[in-house]
């Protein structure tokens, strides 16, 4: 995908191309002022179908980037994400899919539990026995912090 074959409010577009143009040629002045060489786009949000995807392979395309994709839920930690990040290589557009329904932004969420936790699985009616589900399994806390991401 190519900016040029976005649909999208003209002027956003080129404020987009110019911000990533201006990214792309400042690797030196992040190095003269002691700053990590890195850009951030906190949000990208919208129904199915509505260019968010187009919008970060075009942004790739532009910078001659590769994507990478994380699925906060699969990471149970800020250290085990930082480990992750670090595994990934230069040049490249880290997406964190759903981040809005993987981390507690607001404090106020409870702790996920796992399927038939409660004893009882509506949909087979199994119980959590048949399993053989642990105390220790079963307490599926995610300790991602929006900080963790930066």
């Given amino acids: 995908m190519e ?12 404020e987009i191309m110019n911000d990533l143009g ?17 850009r951030g786009y906190l949000l990208l949000h919208g129904p199915p179908g509505t260019g968010k995807s187009a919008m970060i392979a075009a942004m790739a395309n ?11 839920t699969s990471v149970r930690s800020n250290s085990d994400l930082q480990k992750l990040l ?3 290589k230069n040049k490249t557009i880290v997406v964190i899919e759903d981040i809005d329904c993987s981390l507690d932004l607001t ?22 026995s048949a399993f053989n589900l642990k105390a220790a399994e079963a307490d599926f806390t995610i ?6 991401l930066f």
């Fill in 3 to 14: 900016f040029d074959k976005l649909t999208m409010d003209p002027v956003k577009k080129n």
């Fill in 22 to 38: 201006a990214f792309k040629d400042g690797k030196k002045h992040y190095e003269r002022v002691g700053k990590a060489w890195k």
């Fill in 62 to 72: 532009h910078l001659q980037y590769d994507v990478y994709a994380i699925e906060l």
């Fill in 86 to 88: 670090m595994e990934v």
């Fill in 107 to 128: 404090g106020v969420r409870q702790k996920k539990k796992r399927p038939a936790e409660d004893g009882n699985d509506e949909k087979n009616g199994a119980s959590a």
């Fill in 143 to 148: 300790k991602v912090t929006l900080s963790g």
